[in-house]
């Protein structure tokens, strides 16, 4: 099973930006895709992004044009840059690793107020 820890979270002003990690305990290149989800409170899981091992990315709509997915295969990290945060942002954030029968990180906080 793949470990995965996330970081980065934190309270932001509108507009504000943040960086989430997500560091592997495996070799991000043989997961088949590394994807980021959130949960708003009161509110169900929701995928946000996902990059595969072949470096293709695709968004929500409602992330497309602020929130950018990339990896760095030497670190085995995911990140998340997050721009223009709304507070409809606002929910704890997952990491989940597409690989063998799945792994999700313990999540990070992302709040968005003034």
């Known amino acids: 099973q793949v470990q995965l820890v996330e970081s980065g979270g934190g309270l932001v002003q509108p507009g504000g930006s943040l960086r989430l990690s997500c560091a592997a305990s495996y070799s991000i290149e043989r997961i088949n895709a590394m994807s980021w989800y959130r949960q708003p409170p009161g509110k169900g899981r929701e995928w946000v992004a996902t990059i595969t091992s072949g470096g293709s990315a695709n968004y929500a709509g409602s992330v497309k044009g602020r929130f950018t997915i990339s990896r760095d295969v030497a670190k085995n990290t995911v990140y998340l840059q997050m721009d223009s945060l709304k507070p409809e942002d606002t929910a704890v954030y997952y990491c989940?690793?597409?690989?063998?029968?799945?792994?999700w990180g313990r999540g990070t906080q992302v709040t968005v107020s003034s």
């Open positions: 989940h690793a597409n690989y063998q029968m799945g792994s």
